[in-house]
């Protein structure tokens, strides 16, 4: 009877080391290089696939792609994406206070989660721009815009502070007249190189997340609590929330360790996506470790619901996460 457990342990413990930092991957900071395709460089330093969890950009350092993309991780729970022809400084890479400024080209900033103590800013063409909530923001260094895909913003131009809801964009680089925010059309941009490059990379770190937080249900080795995990599968960081579970912005999950292991199944409910379009499905955990001692790696893709941006489904878990304003309090997109 005992030898089954020894077994689970073992193989717990094997995991969990697997799991740990490995392939030369640090701590993840703000800065912490997490993906790169093509031509892109930090100075002179030329970046591949072997500099990703081991390059980290650091104060007044600067991101320049050719034809090549690149993704870093800002806060838990925020990630920056720039596109081709692209430069972007870190210009601060403290917890409570992240900026960036963008250059040249175009970048996409996806945030999972923000807490209120967090100062995310986006320097462009003379503005700076706060994310304030939960969403996906995009920016255009070459035309000056400012593009709330989901959340909020508030831009500051010289004496103007502008602030921009979802499905508003502003151009910051107007040579006079008062600044307003316009509202645009989110469908036209879905298909750029850039919209499709975030989904993408949206869809491999949440199922990275699903692959990984099973393995800390019940605090196990390594765990620290809410924050960036390396996943050797994904060789990227990916990140796990504390409690609870999230949406990204594209609509795939992030579980934390205990709903990622013990929460049950979740089918016939129905939601909007942004576009106004209602879709029935299901919300689905991972499993990693559960109740019952197994240890193991998740059997499906990440799970999405609907398209787009939406509202994610009402859940009647024990920790009552409701339908508050377009996601779950306290395990969701809280407003």
Do not use: C
Not at 88 to 97: E, F, H, M, R, W
Not at 264 to 278: E, K, L, N, T
Not at 302 to 318: E, I, K, L, T
Request: charged fraction near 15%; avoid cysteine; aromatic fraction near 16%.
């Amino acid at each position: 009877m005992q030898r089954p457990r020894l077994n689970w342990f073992a193989s717990f413990i094997l995991a969990a080391i697997l799991y740990a930092p490995a392939w030369g991957a640090t701590p993840a900071l703000p800065g912490t290089l997490n993906y790169v395709e093509g031509q892109a460089s930090i100075g002179t330093q030329a970046l591949n696939a072997k500099s990703v969890g081991s390059v980290n950009l650091q104060s007044s350092q600067t991101l320049t792609t050719e034809t090549g993309k690149a993704e870093i991780l800002l806060t838990p729970g925020v990630f920056f994406r720039v596109g081709d022809d692209s430069s972007a400084t870190l210009v601060s890479p403290s917890l409570t206070n992240t900026e960036v400024s963008l250059a040249k080209g175009q970048a996409m900033v996806e945030v999972a989660e923000i807490y209120k103590d967090n100062l995310l800013r986006v320097q462009e063409d003379g503005a700076t721009t706060q994310l304030l909530k939960n969403g996906l923001y995009g920016f255009d260094a070459n035309s000056g815009d400012v593009r709330v895909f989901k959340g909020e913003a508030l831009v500051q131009d010289g004496d103007q502070n502008i602030k921009v809801k979802g499905g508003h964009e502003l151009e910051v680089n107007k040579a006079n007249g008062k600044l307003k925010a316009t509202k645009f059309n989110k469908s036209a941009y879905t298909e750029s190189d850039l919209y499709r490059f975030s989904s993408l990379r949206s869809q491999y770190l949440a199922e990275a997340n699903g692959d990984a937080a099973g393995l800390y249900a019940g605090g196990g080795p390594g765990w620290y609590g809410a924050g960036w995990y390396w996943d050797p599968l994904f060789t990227a960081y990916t990140w796990i929330p504390g409690d609870g579970m999230f949406y990204s912005p594209f609509g795939w999950g992030f579980y934390s360790p205990w709903f990622a292991s013990y929460s049950p199944f979740y089918y016939g409910h129905y939601y909007r996506d942004g576009y106004g379009y209602s879709y029935a499905g299901q919300a689905r955990p991972y499993y990693g470790a559960h109740p019952g001692g197994y240890v193991g790696r998740p059997g499906y893709a990440a799970p999405r619901v609907g398209s787009g941006f939406h509202s994610a489904p009402s859940m009647g878990a024990s920790h009552s996460f409701g339908v508050m304003g377009g996601g779950f309090h306290g395990g969701g997109f809280r407003r």
